[in-house]
């Protein structure tokens, strides 16, 4: 996990990209923002040399490839999933029958889109912070 790497985020919903936009531009994070609207511009992202995200932000209901189906293809390139990008949903899916849509391939976290400004903030430092306080695998010491 590359905590210096851009922070990829995936929506569909023009206006829930320029929240995110307005959001991570408040966070002042040292990290490079790169947004999408579709899987495909993400994955020709992800394989290009030298790409390394510290995570990615995605939702889950976008047409053609929805969250679950771009993890699957993220999981299923050697070249990719070797990168250990940690991949979160935000999204206003909130069933369970939404959420075990998936073929069952990881995930790190299923947030939900709040109603509020504030609480889009504060959702998304949360995960933020987490990541950037967790230790990833290759430095664990058994």
Same mark, same amino acid.
């Given at each position: 996990?590359?905590?210096?790497?851009?922070?990829?985020?995936?929506?569909?919903?023009?206006?829930?990209?320029?929240?995110?936009?307005?959001?991570?531009? %408040?966070?002042?994070?040292?990290?490079?923002?790169?947004?999408?609207?579709?899987? %495909?511009?993400?994955?020709?992202?992800?394989?290009?040399?030298?790409?390394?995200?510290?995570?990615?932000?995605?939702?889950?209901?976008?047409?053609?490839?929805?969250?679950?189906?771009?993890?699957?293809?993220?999981?299923?390139?050697?070249?990719?999933?070797?990168?250990?990008?940690?991949?979160?949903?935000?999204?206003?899916?909130?069933?369970?029958?939404?959420?075990?849509?998936?073929?069952?391939?990881?995930?790190?976290?299923?947030?939900?889109?709040?109603?509020?400004?504030? %609480?889009?903030? %504060?959702?998304?430092?949360?995960?933020?912070?987490?990541?950037?306080?967790?230790?990833?695998?290759?430095?664990?010491?058994?």
């Amino acid at each position: 996990m590359n905590k210096k790497g851009p922070i990829v985020l995936i929506d569909d919903d023009q206006d829930d990209l320029h929240l995110l936009i307005e959001i991570f531009a %408040e966070f002042n994070l040292p990290n490079e923002i790169h947004l999408f609207k579709s899987a %495909e511009s993400l994955l020709a992202f992800l394989r290009k040399p030298g790409v390394d995200p510290f995570l990615i932000i995605s939702d889950i209901n976008m047409p053609v490839t929805n969250g679950f189906r771009l993890r699957d293809q993220i999981l299923a390139d050697p070249g990719i999933d070797s990168k250990t990008i940690p991949y979160i949903f935000f999204t206003t899916s909130t069933t369970l029958r939404v959420s075990s849509n998936g073929s069952g391939a990881p995930f790190q976290g299923i947030f939900k889109k709040p109603t509020r400004h504030s %609480e889009w903030k %504060e959702t998304l430092m949360s995960i933020v912070r987490y990541w950037t306080l967790s230790m990833p695998p290759d430095e664990y010491e058994f």
